[in-house]
């Protein structure tokens, strides 16, 4: 798992951004007429994201610490090189024990997406859609000590080791002069000994994952009806930098495809739609080149190697309602179940294998509310000129497992023509 906050927030995004039927007719199981088009145009933001549920749950800050402890330190130059491979030979317990300090390193991100998707009626019951988001994405850090160095402490241990040799005194002098950590010395840490571009504030604007799919009406009843979808998720987004603690993927570097099947009714001469939808999506795996994380505590990595990753396939499952007043205005709402299962990371190092793989598993429960303004139906009567659809709506997660906590916002245009 890369440290950054995007590559958690772009799947949830982007499953939100093309759920349901692109045809934009009111029921879920609705095509298109055949020969009629329809271009889909969204509008996306996030609230700011500065946590996430955890593994059990429970809210969490976005944030990684770094320990400028001696193995990362003495890297720096060939002086400090020389200095603790000396302390390394008087006292390892010291140099074990040797820290500049601990820097927490808090971040939150927020996401402006846009959807751009074009649908066609192949049949009177088959229509085909493609549809790709663009990201405009902010990712702040915030940098604080959190832990204070122990230059003292480890003068103290050599003093009491009683060691009188030269190269214990040369470490002791050089120890009483040494500077506090700075963030000239964070930098140089995270730059020069694991080999990660300069922390900071993040933005990145470009293309997302694009979804390719046909639906096809398997019924034609009057106010029921099923339909079934099959497609793909195709890696067209940028993926998250290895090299950059902060930035955010846009995509996930593989290709999925899915298989999706539901249906509706309608109650009370049509004012009252019932929906309910369920896909499964199957994510290929592909090699990527990742950082090799030391730790569980501290997950960075000054080494990098290919793994071959296998995201975690996926359920979702959809139940909608939806209450038209007149023709034209109508009230929706949405629960959205997910599960992701849990990743799997082959390489040659098992302990890093592991550590990826672990909090990978993911679930969230999503509630959606929405308001929506069309004119198809007066289009149809003769009465109004041009159909469209016009909505806005945001959706929240109540509850869920290792991904972010934040709420969507969408305004959505439809036009056919």
Do not use: C
Not at 43 to 61: L, R
Not at 165 to 178: G, N, V
Not at 235 to 255: A, K, M, N, S
Not at 351 to 365: F, M, P, V, W
């Amino acid at each position: 798992m890369q440290i950054s906050l995007g590559s958690h927030i772009k799947k949830a995004t982007l499953a939100i951004a093309l759920a349901g039927s692109i045809s934009g007719q009111a029921a879920y199981y609705d095509t298109l007429p055949k020969g009629v088009r329809t271009v889909d145009l969204r509008q996306i933001v996030t609230d700011n994201i500065n946590s996430s549920f955890t593994g059990n749950k429970q809210e969490a800050e976005y944030a990684f610490k770094i320990d400028l402890g001696a193995n990362s330190i003495e890297g720096l130059n060939s002086i400090t090189q020389d200095i603790f491979e000396t302390l390394k030979e008087i006292s390892p317990e010291a140099y074990d024990n040797f820290t500049f300090g601990e820097y927490s390193v808090k971040g939150d991100a927020n996401a402006n997406v846009r959807v751009f998707g074009f649908g066609y009626g192949i049949t009177n019951r088959m229509t085909a859609y493609v549809g790709f988001p663009w990201y405009k994405t902010q990712v702040n850090l915030d940098i604080k000590r959190t832990k204070g160095n122990n230059h003292q402490t480890v003068l103290n241990k050599l003093e009491a080791s009683n060691s009188n040799s030269q190269e214990a005194q040369i470490f002791t002098d050089f120890a009483k002069e040494l500077p506090d950590a700075t963030g000239e010395v964070l930098q140089s840490v995270v730059v020069n000994y694991f080999g990660y571009k300069p922390l900071g504030n993040w933005n990145g604007e470009g293309i997302g994952d694009t979804e390719v799919g046909i639906i096809y009406r398997l019924t034609d009843w009057d106010e029921s009806g099923m339909a079934m979808t099959i497609g793909a998720n195709l890696p067209t987004g940028r993926v998250d930098d290895p090299d950059i603690l902060q930035d955010y993927g846009f995509g996930d570097g593989q290709t999925d495809a899915f298989l999706e099947f539901g249906g509706g009714f309608s109650l009370f001469d049509r004012k009252l739609s019932v929906d309910s939808w369920t896909r499964l999506t199957y994510q290929f795996a592909a090699e990527k080149t990742l950082r090799i994380p030391e730790n569980e505590e501290y997950q960075l990595g000054s080494e990098k190697t290919v793994f071959d990753e296998k995201l975690g396939n996926m359920v979702e499952y959809n139940f909608g309602l939806g209450y038209g007043f007149n023709d034209w205005l109508s009230i929706t709402g949405l629960y959205t179940y997910n599960f992701v299962q849990q990743s799997k990371y082959e390489s040659a190092y098992e302990e890093a294998n592991r550590i990826l793989e672990k909090n990978t598993e993911q679930e969230s429960h999503a509630l959606t509310a929405g308001l929506s303004l069309s004119t198809v139906g007066l289009y149809n009567k003769g009465t109004f000129m041009i159909p469209f659809n016009a909505s806005i709506s945001a959706t929240n997660y109540i509850s869920a497992q290792n991904m972010p906590k934040y709420s969507l916002y969408t305004l959505k245009l439809r036009f056919f023509f």
